[in-house]
């Protein structure tokens, strides 16, 4: 595309390009283009209007506040309430191996420990916490 927007914006290159072109497609061309720059400028409009009045809604909020005394200071955010952090799920599932006990809540990656007894015939059900 890069290529195409050099040739469009370069004056002499822009006229090698369509020199070999009938005057009719030239003439429909020029159409297409009016028609896009038409709707541009419509779009700019819309869009400097829209600003215009969201300008004037700020300027007599400012004025309003003014008016108040307020500032933008007293104005600030609302404070946020913290983040609670969610406690940890109590485990589910326990087994012993060599004196130390492990636990597992049942979700996430099964530890090593359990799915060997798995693989050795035991079911996971022997393994709950009552």
Known sequence: MS???EILTHGRK????????PFDELKVFAGKLEQLIATREAQAEAELAENAERNAQIDAIRKQMAEL???LDDVG????????KREPRPAKYSIEVNGETISWTGQ???????????DEGFELKGFLIS
């Open 3 to 5: 290529d195409f927007l």
């Open 14 to 21: 822009f006229k090698a390009a369509v020199k070999d072109l």
């Open 69 to 71: 005394g307020l500032s």
């Open 77 to 84: 955010e609302a404070p946020k309430a913290p983040k609670k």
């Open 108 to 118: 996430g990656r099964m530890p090593t420990v359990f799915k060997k007894e798995l």
